[in-house]
């Protein structure tokens, strides 16, 4: 077995372990729930990473606030789904109010009435 020629200092053997501290964590504020959290990676708390949820967290919970959680989402998607359709409606108003102008200005150019 190999044996060293001649003795370390101990100040040789601390600069080569200058290097072996341990390192604070950096950490970053999710952006849901504002808990910290390593930088690039989906929260483990609310589930969410760049504002998509990505963990289900719902499965970890009891059934009956599995159930609340569940309600509140379809009513959120309906409410969107709402919104939605209000918009179409409005689009299509206008795109009628269109033609009629259309429709209107052809039989003043024509001389129809």
Same mark, same amino acid.
């Given at each position: 077995?190999?044996?060293?020629?001649?003795?370390?200092?101990?100040?040789?053997?601390?600069?080569?372990?200058?290097?072996?501290?341990?390192?604070?964590?950096?950490?970053?504020?999710?952006?849901?729930?504002?808990?910290?959290?390593?930088?690039?990676?989906?929260?483990?708390?609310?589930?969410?990473?760049?504002?998509? @949820?990505?963990?289900?967290?719902? $499965?970890?919970?009891? *059934? #009956? /606030?599995?159930? +609340?959680?569940?309600? &509140?989402?379809?009513?959120?998607?309906?409410?969107?789904?709402?919104?939605?359709?209000? @918009?179409?409606?409005?689009?299509? $108003?206008?795109?009628? *109010? #269109? /033609?009629?102008? +259309?429709?209107?200005? &052809?039989?003043?150019?024509?001389?129809?009435?």
């Amino acid at each position: 077995m190999p044996h060293p020629k001649k003795k370390l200092t101990k100040a040789a053997k601390n600069q080569r372990r200058s290097h072996h501290a341990l390192k604070a964590i950096n950490l970053a504020k999710c952006e849901n729930c504002g808990k910290p959290i390593k930088p690039h990676r989906a929260c483990l708390i609310c589930g969410q990473y760049k504002k998509r @949820e990505v963990i289900d967290i719902t $499965k970890k919970l009891p *059934k #009956k /606030e599995q159930l +609340k959680i569940a309600k &509140k989402k379809t009513k959120e998607e309906n409410k969107g789904l709402k919104k939605v359709q209000k @918009e179409a409606e409005k689009l299509k $108003k206008t795109e009628s *109010k #269109k /033609e009629d102008r +259309k429709e209107g200005m &052809k039989s003043v150019v024509r001389g129809d009435k």
